[in-house]
């Protein structure tokens, strides 16, 4: 069974650098994009971005890029998304999420990780 | 970006009945839309991909359809598990946008 497994909470102070990931299980990690979601706390969900581990092409949602980097090592099965400078209101919970067709980066999200918890507080 | 409306916004109804949520996209997304189910604490849960096929492991009860660019998501005879948020998403264009939710309660 394919999981995506997350690192766990986080509490950080506005400004400190941060880096979460999101670790696939299974050999076929490189043929699958990893999105990334923001759901803020009591609200919706807001696509964020997503890469292809194969070859780190990356697609960003305009409204969020230069505020997060997403990134991925296809040699342990794993992506990150990161911070240099966390800030109050990037306090969330961020889901990884893979697409159901191999290679796709448009199709719906079927495999879900548990989602990290980020708290940014001072 | 394209916009993802979601109507109603909350809606309460009983077990056994017949519910319907929509989704209207502000451009034509031809069949990309997406619906998913959250329940407290959970991540979504992919319940209909391409507007209108059952994702696998998903009760035939849920279906999609589709009208230009209006999208619906059908419960037919709601059960008690079925209360949670239902989002749509369109996955034509990025940012694959989600509409603001739907949440749904069980009288």
């Known amino acids: 069974e394919v999981q995506l497994v997350q690192s766990g909470p986080e509490v950080k102070k506005p400004g400190e650098s941060l880096k979460i990931s999101c670790k696939g299980s299974?050999?076929?990690?490189?043929?699958?994009?990893i999105g990334w979601v923001r759901q803020m706390p009591g609200k919706g969900l807001e696509w964020m971005g997503i890469?292809?581990?194969?070859?780190?092409?990356?697609r960003y949602s305009p409204s969020l890029q230069g505020q997060v980097t997403i990134s991925a090592d296809k040699s342990i099965s794993t992506a990150y998304l990161q911070w240099s400078g966390v800030r109050a209101s990037d306090t969330a919970m961020y889901y990884c999420?893979?697409?159901?067709?191999?290679?796709?980066?448009?199709?719906?999200?079927?495999?879900w990780g548990q989602g990290t918890m980020v708290t940014v507080s001072s | 970006d394209i916009q993802m409306t979601q109507s109603p916004s909350s809606l309460s109804a009983s077990v056994g009945d017949r519910v319907t949520i929509t989704c209207r996209a502000s451009?034509?997304?031809?069949?990309?839309l997406n619906w998913y189910q959250q329940k407290p604490g959970q991540a979504p849960k992919l319940l209909i991909y391409?507007?209108?096929s059952l994702q696998s492991g998903v009760p035939s009860r849920f279906s999609g359809s589709a009208s230009g660019t209006d999208f619906i998501l059908t419960i037919c005879s709601l059960q008690p598990e079925d209360s949670a948020t239902y989002y749509c998403?369109?996955?034509?264009?990025?940012?694959?946008?989600f509409g603001q939710g739907t949440r749904l309660e069980i009288k």
């Open positions: 451009q034509s997304i031809s069949n990309y």
């Open positions: 998403q369109q996955s034509h264009t990025a940012p694959l946008t």
């Open positions: 299974g050999n076929s990690f490189t043929n699958y994009w």
């Open positions: 999420a893979r697409p159901r067709e191999t290679g796709s980066s448009h199709a719906g999200f079927d495999i």
């Open positions: 890469i292809y581990p194969g070859d780190s092409d990356t």
């Open positions: 391409d507007a209108s």
